[in-house]
């Protein structure tokens, strides 16, 4: 079903959405070469049956009173779709969750990774009519690790040396490094590094995407109009988006079985029958995002890597997916960047193994284990997964107690300071995601993995241009993620993402970044 | 009767009917309605504050100490929640610089006394503060939410009671019939479902499934209210008038029982006054004061249970503009909100005080 439903989507998408289309195309290709990332822009011809105009109500799950549109600082998925749709990065994932470039024309390396050159396209218009410069990106740079208020993405930028950051001439800027670092694409491509014009304003925010700002209202909804000046040629297609914020996944599917809205995300399998019961679609997508069970591994028990071993053995994947997501998503192998080139696809897959995870335990010395998972409704389904894994646990003869909070005392002070306990991650390239996750010192180290050998593999990593050579090492990290010597994470499957949309409504399409909505693609998206 | 006269209210509270008419001294002379004394002849007749006065003056004291007692509580609570609005608001993004830097933003390096006091300081000058979570002045955002509450509330609370007394009074007058014994049964297996399955049951059926009607969701234009879209007032109200029929329709049903069985009623139906004029002239007004207290109870119900329906309906109400405030730790828009809700419990618990008592002659005379 999950197949037929991405292909479905897969065909859609070839005949209405050009634009998209071509991006899967290309992305595979663009990844190969980061060294020297460009691509013409897409400007295949619109499709012929795409039809101009309308309003589009979308429903979308989540968002609360402290909603921002601040493109370098959102947090919930809603506050997301508000940001994609107003602003462009100036490199974005394509569906296949590859990094291709979007506002800029060139993000060029020197051969020693020390220093970058980032061009952006010309003539593009903000939403005020000024043309995007060098000036602007250098803004934006500056913004996102201005250190009174570092945004959320100045973590991964700690390699650059932005302070020295200069401009080259009206569209080109050259950013050197404290230290060499390649993956700047896949930084760039992740989430947080919109571009704004100099002197961005909150309150009347600017940018260069698709929609214009009109209004916005925090926890309850905003209303943008088309940006008739967009620079992808023809997009987008509706007048006019509102999108509302939805707490509850009932209320969304009435919305949308109601007529009132066009467009609802993030629905759990349950959702699927009503929806389809009552004439509307659903888009099933195999994202990259995951929800992870994360182990410490400076403190007893999980200190012993035979401990988090035998809890990667006690775990039936399968079972989990079908328990949480009736089946849809991808099982895990305890490795993540499930989408990324470098990503090894020859690990085999890890099955459950009673036996084996017993005569670890008792190996370890921990033959009764008693633990405690502190779990919490941080992002679909990880309480029941945990739920889950208690039951299977029993089985090997651990018992797993489940400390089940409230999300804000998840995030509380004790967030990653948990001795076992879960957490969400939006797929990120994986580079990317070692960078955050699971170097020593990285920002949300929740297992508090510290491996000097893994370390110096990412220096050697992000300090070499050669595809192959970088390839090669992450294989060799990945390694040491999947035998559990570097890595607390068990990562038992990567979620699906369950969207709904209304039988007048063309163009959605899958994104296996996992963002929902095909990444918001709200622009290729049309009414009959 | 003691010395406190809402010592008597609570009596009749207590549903219990108001003795006789027949015997009362007003009746003797039919047309000289029960008059309410200006409180200045009260007192030169009988001594002291007319009881009504009192009421107010004492129950609006009360009232003034229950609320600051309600902000103290409140705050204390949203102190002892764990962690603050910074780690709500950053959530999984939070990292060490980046919670301290909002946290200096917000101000929450300050004791909570000084926050509290803050708060308080501005209230008398009504001065509200600003919100945590997006910076907006706190009336700014719950204002409008407030206003679409007042509105839900109200329509399905006079919507629900009218209905709920008039069924009450027909299935009393009809008591043990067909119509009264389905009623009854209906009534409770309505009374034992909860509110926000109602609210599903009636968009199946008048939005998504069986009829496409009104809206399954109240999607508001921010900046527009409730009545300026009355369409997407229909299934929320219809949901919550459902819900509240039963309770009244119980209540009046007991009381307009217990006073047509009541010797006066007798005495009337024995003098031949025709079955109506009985109901209307001398069970009702005498079922009256337990029916408003029920009413009150109704509208206090729906104040503080909208919170599910407006859920089901993503109605922009004070309800989810509660839920909201807590997730994100915005203690000025809790403490607001709360402190509203309070207000409103004791108004209507005066108010209902005060047409109970206006409705029993015999209680406005001291002993």
Not at chain 1, 296 to 325: E, S
Not at chain 1, 500 to 514: E, F
Not at chain 2, 195 to 221: D, Q, R, Y
Request: glycine share 8%; proline share 6%; charged share 15%.
């Amino acid at each position: 079903m999950t197949e037929r439903e991405f292909e479905l989507s897969r065909r859609d998408l070839l005949r209405y959405a050009a634009q998209g289309a071509a991006l899967v195309g290309t992305g595979g290709l663009l990844a190969t070469d980061r060294r020297r990332v460009t691509r013409s822009s897409a400007t295949a011809a619109m499709a012929p049956r795409a039809k101009r105009g309308g309003t589009l109500q979308a429903g979308l799950s989540g968002g609360s009173s402290s909603d921002t549109l601040d493109p370098q600082n959102w947090v919930n998925l809603v506050d997301g779709a508000r940001v994609y749709s107003l602003f462009n990065p100036l490199v974005d994932f394509d569906l296949a969750a590859h990094p291709v470039l979007s506002l800029a024309d060139e993000l060029e390396a020197s051969s020693d990774a020390m220093k970058w050159t980032i061009r952006v396209k010309p003539d593009i218009e903000f939403h005020n009519g000024k043309t995007l410069s060098a000036d602007d990106v250098l803004f934006t740079f500056q913004r996102i690790v201005n250190p009174k208020t570092p945004a959320l993405g100045a973590i991964s930028l700690k390699a650059l040396d932005i302070a020295h950051a200069k401009k080259l001439d009206k569209y080109t800027i050259q950013i050197p490094c404290f230290t060499p670092f390649s993956p700047l694409a896949d930084i760039l491509a992740s989430y947080d590094f919109f571009v704004l014009p100099v002197g961005f304003d909150l309150k009347n925010p600017v940018g260069t995407g698709p929609f214009k700002y009109e209004s916005f209202t925090a926890g309850q909804q905003s209303t943008f109009v088309r940006n008739e000046n967009y620079w992808e040629s023809g997009l987008p297609y509706i007048d006019k988006l509102v999108i509302s914020d939805f707490p509850d996944e009932v209320s969304q599917v009435n919305g949308l079985n109601g007529g009132t809205l066009d467009v609802i995300d993030l629905l759990s399998a349950d959702s699927i029958a009503p929806v389809r019961s009552g004439g509307n679609n659903v888009i099933i997508t195999k994202g990259g995002g995951y929800t992870p069970f994360t182990m410490r591994v400076d403190q007893p028990p999980f200190d012993d890597v035979r401990v988090r071993q035998a809890f990667r053995l006690i775990c039936d994947r399968d079972a989990m997916l079908r328990t949480v997501f009736s089946g849809y998503g991808t099982i895990g192998k305890d490795v993540f960047g499930l989408w990324d080139a470098v990503y090894d696809t020859k690990l085999a897959q890890r099955v459950q193994d009673i036996d084996q995870a017993k005569s670890l335990l008792k190996k370890a010395g921990h033959s009764n284990l008693t633990v405690t998972l502190v779990t919490s409704a941080i992002g679909s389904g990880t309480v029941q997964v945990a739920q889950v894994l208690k039951q299977q646990a029993a089985a090997a003869g651990v018992t797993v107690n489940l400390k089940e909070v409230t999300s804000s005392e998840f995030f509380g002070p004790n967030y990653l300071s948990w001795t076992f306990a879960q957490d969400y991650w939006n797929y990120y390239p994986y580079f990317s995601n070692v960078l955050q996750g699971t170097l020593a010192g990285a920002p949300f180290n929740e297992c508090h993995t510290n491996n000097a050998a893994y370390t110096s593999l990412y220096k050697q990593a992000v300090a070499t241009l050669d595809e192959t050579k970088r390839a090669n090492i992450a294989h060799e990290m990945q390694e040491m993620e999947y035998s559990g010597v570097a890595s607390g994470y068990i990562i038992p499957y990567f979620n699906p993402v369950i969207d709904g949309y209304s039988s007048h409504v063309h163009g959605v399409v899958s994104s296996k970044t996992g963002l929902p909505l095909g990444a918001y693609g709200f622009k290729n998206m049309w009414l009959s | 009767m003691g010395d406190h006269p809402h010592a008597g209210l609570r009596r009749v509270a207590e549903s219990r009917p108001v003795a006789s008419r027949v015997g009362d001294p007003a009746d003797g002379e039919r047309k000289a309605k029960p008059r309410i004394a200006r409180a200045g002849e009260w007192r030169r007749d009988y001594g002291r504050a007319h009881p009504i006065v009192s009421l107010v003056a004492g129950r609006t004291g009360q009232g003034i100490i229950t609320l600051f007692l309600v902000s103290l509580v409140v705050f204390a609570a949203t102190q002892l929640l764990p962690g603050n609005a910074a780690r709500a608001i950053l959530g999984f993004s939070a990292t060490p610089q980046r919670i301290h830097a909002l946290e200096l933003e917000l101000g929450l390096y300050r004791g909570w006394w000084a926050q509290y006091w803050g708060w308080l300081s501005g209230l008398p000058v009504g001065r509200l503060g600003t919100s945590l979570a997006n910076s907006e002045p706190v009336w700014r955002l719950a204002a409008p939410r407030l206003l679409n509450s007042a509105v839900l509330v109200a329509v399905s609370g006079f919507g629900g009671c009218v209905l709920g007394i008039a069924l009450g009074a027909v299935a009393a007058l009809r008591h043990g019939s067909l119509l009264d014994n389905s009623m009854t049964v209906g009534a409770l297996a309505v009374l034992a479902v909860p509110e926000f399955v109602i609210a599903i049951a009636v968009v199946i059926l008048f939005s998504t499934v069986v009829f496409h009607l009104f809206p399954g969701v109240s999607l508001l234009t921010p900046g527009e209210n409730i009545l300026q879209a009355p369409r997407l007032l229909v299934l929320p109200a219809l949901s919550l008038v459902i819900v509240t029929i039963p309770y009244v329709y119980r209540m009046a049903r007991a009381a307009t029982l217990e006073a047509l069985e009541s010797p006066y009623v007798e005495m009337a139906r024995l003098k031949g006054v025709p079955r109506w004029r009985v109901l209307v002239q001398h069970a009702l007004p005498n079922a009256l004061p337990p029916t408003i207290q029920v009413v009150g109870l109704t509208f206090l119900r729906l104040a503080g249970g909208i919170v599910l329906v407006e859920e089901v309906f993503d109605f922009p109400g004070i309800g989810q503009g509660l839920v909201n405030a807590v997730t994100d730790r915005d203690i000025p828009v809790i403490q607001f909100i709360v402190i509203a809700l309070a207000a409103f419990y004791v108004v209507v618990n005066i108010t209902t005080d005060v047409l109970a008592l206006l409705c029993s002659p015999r209680r406005r005379i001291p002993a």
